[in-house]
T-cell receptor
Framework: GEDVEQSLFLSVREGDSSVINCTYT??????LYWYKQEPGAGLQLLTY?????DMKQDQRLTVLLNKKDKHLSLRIADTQTGDSAIYFC???????????FGTGTRLLVSP | NAGVTQTPKFRILKIGQSMTLQCTQD?????MYWYRQDPGMGLKLIYY???????DKGEVPNGYNVSRSTTEDFPLRLELAAPSQTSVYFC???????????????FGDGTRLSIL
């Protein structure tokens, strides 16, 4: 079955690093995504990782994948108040575009 | 650069009324999707389409209908609105995957629908 879980809330201070975690159950998942949703807006793709990778870095974002434990994390370095949003983890299979989303983690960055 | 456009942005319906949520994309994407997002939850797939004339059910299709007569448009129809359909509805589109080439989904800004 398909299930994606995330913690609901994370609070950090501006300038600190944020780490948002996600676990998934479908071992055949091939693509794992991180989306950002700001208030009143749609989902914005931040980054994604292919399942044969362990890590992907994109500017302030670092994605780590532990395929054995089915654990995905998103690290945001030097977190800014503009990073406050809901972050969704999602998975899909190769050639098959149905996304399964987690419940989202609300990140609050305080000055 | 419009991307995925959804109308209306907000709507209040009475129980039993019907309405159509509009979605259009200008990126020539084959794949289009409708999701609903309930408070504190992730997105659930309602229907999707892999091309004009082809639609298929997602995870939560009951109470909804879709059609795909053109590549650009993918309207979602509620025939008999029920309070359980109060939600935020998102439309998305993408190219189909080509082997290992990832084709991410692009989302509209959503339609906030309340059924009273």
């Amino acid at each position: 079955g398909e299930d994606v879980e995330q913690s609901l809330f994370l609070s950090v201070r501006e300038g600190d690093s944020s780490v948002i975690n996600c676990t998934y159950t479908d071992s055949s998942s091939t693509y794992l995504y991180w989306y950002k949703q700001e208030p009143g807006a749609g989902l914005q793709l931040l980054t994604y990782i292919f399942s044969n990778m362990d890590m992907k870095q994109d500017q302030r974002l670092t994605v780590l994948l532990n395929k054995k434990d089915k654990h995905l994390s998103l690290r945001i370095a030097d977190t800014q108040t503009g990073d406050s949003a809901i972050y969704f983890c999602a998975e899909s299979k190769t050639g098959f575009q149905k996304l399964v989303f987690g419940t989202g983690t609300r990140l609050l960055v305080s000055p | 650069n419009a991307g995925v456009t959804q109308t209306p942005k907000f709507r209040i319906l009475k129980i039993g009324q019907s309405m159509t949520l509009q979605c259009t994309q200008d990126m020539n994407h084959n794949y289009m999707y409708w999701y609903r997002q309930d408070p504190g939850m992730g997105l659930k797939l309602i229907y999707y389409s892999v091309g004009a004339g082809i639609t298929d059910k997602g995870e939560v299709p009951n109470g909804y209908n879709v059609s795909r007569s053109t590549t650009e448009d993918f309207p979602l129809r509620l025939e008999l609105a029920a309070p359980s359909q109060t939600s935020v509805y998102f439309c998305a589109s993408s190219y189909p995957d080509r082997g290992h080439s990832n084709q991410p989904q692009h989302f509209g800004d959503g339609t906030r629908l309340s059924i009273l």
